[in-house]
């Protein structure tokens, strides 16, 4: 099947510093790409959805500014979030799909743990 | 709008158990319906979809049928097995799979 890969798994950082978080897609091209925030005990929220080569559609409530994101390739798309703070700790999940069947499964990745202290 | 409800967990049982893990939604359309499931250390997988009302989706022994009347899409197996341990979600989608809500997940402990 198709896999998903994210780096890193776990990262703990300094407030005020930014990350990045980066999904590639390794065994097929990957047209769109999505980011997904999990909270403790809640449901994954989309937060932004990215189309190579063009800019992401970010989600209602979700910082565009501070959550930056690049499809720059179709195997490739980073997460940063910029000037972190420990309110920005969570679980950042990214997913891909294809593009070519009518219905178009997402895959997704195994999650990044993010800890801001 | 659309959102997911599920059974909140955790949800522990000997095996070869009969497992249910509720899950109902409010959709503005017609939307498909999904179970997705997280192994340990592994990223979402599609366990089953349906895509209109009185589907059922199965795969690894593992059902669930739309109901669009009860606005439910419940996830049952006869017989879990140690191997089914992980977290479950309820999905929809509006759209195709372009868009999906998520309910909050289920983990699911199956001990021999």
């Known amino acids: 099947g198709a896999v998903v890969s994210q780096h890193p798994s776990r990262v703990i950082c300094k407030s005020g510093t930014s990350v990045k978080i980066e999904c590639r897609s390794l065994?097929?091209?990957?047209?769109?790409m999505f980011w997904y925030r999990q909270f403790p005990k809640k449901s994954l929220m989309l937060m932004a959805t990215?189309?190579?080569?063009?800019?992401?559609?970010?989600e209602q409530g979700v910082e565009k500014d501070k959550f930056l994101i690049n499809h720059a390739s179709l195997t490739l798309s980073t997460l940063t979030v910029t000037s972190a703070h420990p309110e920005d700790s969570s679980f950042y999940i990214c997913?891909?799909?294809?593009?070519?069947?009518?219905?178009?499964?997402?895959?997704f990745g195994p999650g990044t743990r993010l800890t801001v202290l | 709008g659309n959102s997911v409800t599920q059974m909140e967990g955790p949800v522990t049982l000997s095996e070869e158990a009969f497992l249910t893990i509720n899950c109902t939604y409010t959709?503005?359309?017609?939307?498909?319906l999904f179970w997705y499931v997280q192994y340990p250390g592994e990223g979402l997988q599609l366990l089953l979809k349906?895509?209109?009302?009185?589907d059922k989706g199965s795969n690894k022994g593992f059902e669930a049928t739309y109901r669009k009347e009860t606005t439910s899409f419940h996830l049952e197996k006869g017989s879990v097995q140690v191997s089914d341990s992980a977290v479950y979600f309820c999905?929809?989608?509006?759209?195709?799979?372009?868009?999906?809500?998520f309910g909050t997940g289920t983990r699911l402990t199956v001990i021999p």
């Open positions: 997913s891909a799909n294809s593009g070519r069947a009518l219905y178009n499964e997402q895959f």
């Open positions: 065994d097929f091209q990957a047209t769109t």
């Open positions: 990215s189309n190579e080569g063009s800019k992401a559609t970010y």
């Open positions: 999905a929809l989608s509006d759209n195709g799979a372009n868009n999906l809500f």
């Open positions: 349906a895509t209109k009302a009185d």
């Open positions: 959709a503005t359309g017609y939307p498909s």
